[in-house]
């Protein structure tokens, strides 16, 4: 067994983390609202990379999901305004059907997403990224698709602040693959997704935890710091325990990932599910034992509070996720 | 990243499994259940026949010199098959406080006897009116020459009534800060006005009140210096810090998910829905643990992460007994080894041994209060 970063994991992470501290601080975060993109610092993750190495044909240059993961939960630490994940899962989905479309995403001329559900009435719905993405790949059932939004979306406002759009899907859309190949490819998107949102979302409860730690600290009532309060103490403990937990299943999905472990499907259901639960109880209590406070839109905490519940949410609640990892342990019901 | 334990550990887990699949039969856990008591001779006889009695000790020592990775997979065999070893975990866990700390003629007399075995220790900390708060110990240790006359009662000693030894955390000094005035013996059983009780637990397992009246020991069976018992009993609760019920869970995830194949719940998405959740719980129990051990193993002292282990496996297998329980209604009810129980009525038995993972090895609340203050930094 073995925990620790390599070394270039470890430069990623620092990477990263100065990066987003740089183009995306909570002032940046609170300027891109409520569309929820900002184009500087998207050329900045651009020019690092960082959907290129989802995808390299250079496998020495390819990161490793474990890599990808890591930046996740950077990028959820940040909140950051841009939608690295939906790219890189929609450049690996071009990548796997050899679509030329994917020439363009990777010279940062097209951004492309991804829909996480099939679509149902002629639209796909809650569609990430929509609101900013060029085109979105989407599945209709039979085939995957590539559907240009320009025309084809109506973005709507959202509690996450997040750029998200409902997509009209015309008959005559590019057709990337079709059959079992569509089905079996947007699966696998749609795995690849689960399992780097539960990083982000690990990354995002990791913060806010750290935000209502650094305020129970400071704060004083009857004389006294509030963390010093068992009611208040434990409860953080639990979060900040099962903030670590979500952190290392979501690192063990990656990992599973990365080896062709036979559990890893299960686990990325898994992952998504526990750190959605751990991000979202995380960022309640930071935000509760703000105080008043909390509940102002002033304080950092409420950034985090909208996001750890939306970016979950437009795939599904953790319910849904546990079924899912139910399917891939007992197999599906008939 | 690795999450995998390693060749070595993979086929001593293997070897182990195949050995309790043998010896343990449902005859030999049922007796054992019924009995209350965590040991038996015959068992220890064939973990010493293996070399695993005293598997992390060196080879001088009589052990087999398992790293931490291979005892925490060793451990977690025992632990899947309801293996005996409450009694054996205890004397080894003292043999390690004797050779920290005790005098020369322990460390030459008792200790190669624990490690074969030929002797039983048990634990005398907590109190009738000192548990959690363990350092507030009011049991007394008196001078009387070269000896020492020890006054006051012991609760929850398990395995006294075969121990050969009680470790044994006594008040030598009232007048200092209540840390400061502890010291720790070694008590042997057969001394005269040693006494002890009965105690039986929900779980079924069967505990000791233990009484000390003018009970009489040499100095040469004080472990540590005199006033210095906190130190030694926290070098010795250091690996009961690895306590740990991920595979608890695991065993009774496996016993409800055998149970909901059998009576086709399997199909139902709500059944399906509370199983995957538990085998969510059971995965991060097991590498919240699993973390701990490494960080042990790579030399780091995992100050709060294995409190976080222990806080969060013991909740987990209290959520997952009460859910799967609910998930199999009525059938629940019917007691462990009831033959009209669904799968020996597991489920049934792990509701109530659940009870004591969060109270026994540091209450939930005190793990909760380590996490915070060196986890997190909050003051006291």
């Known amino acids: 067994m073995d925990l620790s970063l390599t070394g270039e994991q470890a430069a990623l992470v620092a ?19 409520p569309l929820g993109f900002d184009k500087g610092l998207w050329d900045q993750l651009l020019a690092l990379g960082l959907i290129e190495m989802a995808v390299d044909e250079d496998a020495d240059h390819r990161a490793s999901e474990v890599d990808l993961a890591l930046a996740a939960e950077q990028q959820g630490r ?37 829909a996480l559900h099939p679509v149902n009435g002629g639209a796909a719905r809650a569609v990430p990224a929509a609101a900013v993405a060029d085109d979105a790949v989407v599945f209709d059932g039979e085939r995957l698709l590539l559907v240009p939004l320009e025309g084809a979306r109506t973005p709507f406002e959202n509690v996450g602040a997040q750029p998200l759009a409902d997509v009209a899907v015309p008959a005559d859309a590019h057709v990337l693959a079709t059959g079992a190949e569509a089905l079996a490819v947007h699966e696998e998107a749609v795995d690849d997704w689960l399992r780097l949102t539960a990083a982000a979302l690990v990354g995002i409860g990791a ?6 730690v650094a305020y129970v600290k400071e704060r004083k009532a009857w004389g006294v710091p509030i963390g010093s309060f068992q ?43 526990v750190a959605t639960e751990a991000a979202r109880d995380a960022s309640y209590k930071a935000l509760h034992f703000h105080g008043g406070y909390g509940f102002t839109l002033e304080y950092d905490v409420q950034l985090y509070w909208r996001r750890a519940r939306a970016w979950a949410a437009v795939w599904g609640e953790p319910a849904a996720a546990y079924r899912r990892a139910a399917d891939a342990r007992y197999g599906r019901t008939a | 990243m690795d999450f995998r334990l390693g060749p070595n550990a993979d086929a001593l887990r293997a070897e182990v499994a195949a050995f309790m699949e043998d010896f343990l039969t449902p005859e030999r856990v049922e007796s054992y259940y019924r009995s209350g008591v965590s040991h038996d001779p015959a068992f220890t006889q064939e973990l010493i026949a293996r070399g695993w009695f005293a598997a992390g000790w060196s080879k001088e020592e009589g052990g087999s010199e398992r790293d931490p990775l291979e005892m925490h997979v ?24 004797i050779t920290y700390g005790g005098s020369e003629l322990l460390r030459r007399e008792i ?40 006054n ?22 009232p007048d200092v800060p209540k840390h400061k005035g502890l010291t720790m013996f070694l008590v042997p059983t057969d001394s005269p006005g040693f006494e002890y009780q009965a105690v039986y637990t929900v779980s079924g397992e069967r505990t000791n009140i233990t009484f000390y009246n003018d009970v009489s020991v040499p100095d040469t069976y004080r472990i540590g210096e005199v006033d210095g018992g906190w130190r030694v009993m926290t070098a010795a609760l250091q690996d009961e810090h690895g306590a740990a019920f991920g ?20 199909e139902d998405p709500d059944v399906r829905t509370r199983l995957a959740r538990v085998a969510a719980e059971t995965e991060v129990s097991l590498l919240l643990q699993r973390r701990a051990h490494w960080m042990t193993e790579t030399g780091t002292v995992p100050e709060a992460e294995a409190p976080m282990a222990k806080l969060y496996s013991s909740e987990a297998l209290v959520r997952a007994s009460e859910d799967l329980a609910d998930l199999m209604g009525p059938d629940a009810l019917r007691s462990y080894f009831d033959p009209t129980a669904p799968r020996n009525g597991y489920v049934e038995h792990m509701a109530r041994f659940a009870l004591g993972t969060t109270i026994y090895a540091g209450t939930s609340e005190v793990q909760r209060n380590i996490i915070a203050q060196r986890g997190l930094g909050l003051p006291r």
């Not at chain 1, 913060?207 to 209502?212: I, K, N, Q, S, T």
């Open chain 1, 231 to 273: 009611s208040v103490a434990h409860n953080l403990a639990d979060a900040a325990t099962a903030i670590d937990g979500a952190r290392l299943l979501a690192q063990e999905a990656a990992w599973a990932h990365d080896v062709d472990d036979p559990r890893a499907a299960e686990l990325t259901a898994l992952a998504f599910a």
């Open chain 2, 111 to 150: 200790v190669p006897k624990i490690l074969r075995a030929e002797v039983i220790c048990a634990l005398g900390f907590s109190e009738p009116g000192a548990g959690s708060d363990v350092a507030n110990a009011q049991l007394r240790a008196t001078r009387d020459g070269d000896d020492w006359l020890i």
């Open chain 1, 207 to 212: 913060r806010a935890l750290e935000l209502g």
């Open chain 2, 74 to 97: 060793f451990m977690e065999e025992l632990m899947r098959h309801d293996a005996p070893t409450y009694a054996n975990g205890v004397s080894l866990q003292v043999a390690k406080a």
């Open chain 1, 78 to 114: 940040a909140v950051a305004p841009a939608p690295v994940i939906e790219a890189q899962v929609a450049a690996r989905v071009l990548a796997a059907v050899g679509s030329p479309a994917l020439e363009p995403v990777l010279a940062g001329e097209r951004l492309v997403t991804i």
């Open chain 1, 15 to 33: 990477a990263l983390g100065d990066l987003y501290g740089t183009h995306a601080s909570p002032e940046r975060v609170r300027a891109a609202e």
């Open chain 2, 152 to 173: 006051g009662s012991k609760m929850f000693t398990t395995n006294a009534h075969l121990a050969d030894y009680i470790f044994v955390l006594t008040r030598s000094n």
């Open chain 2, 247 to 266: 595979v608890r869970t695991e065993r009774l995830l496996a016993e409800a998910e055998a149970w909901a194949q059998e009576s086709g719940r399997i």
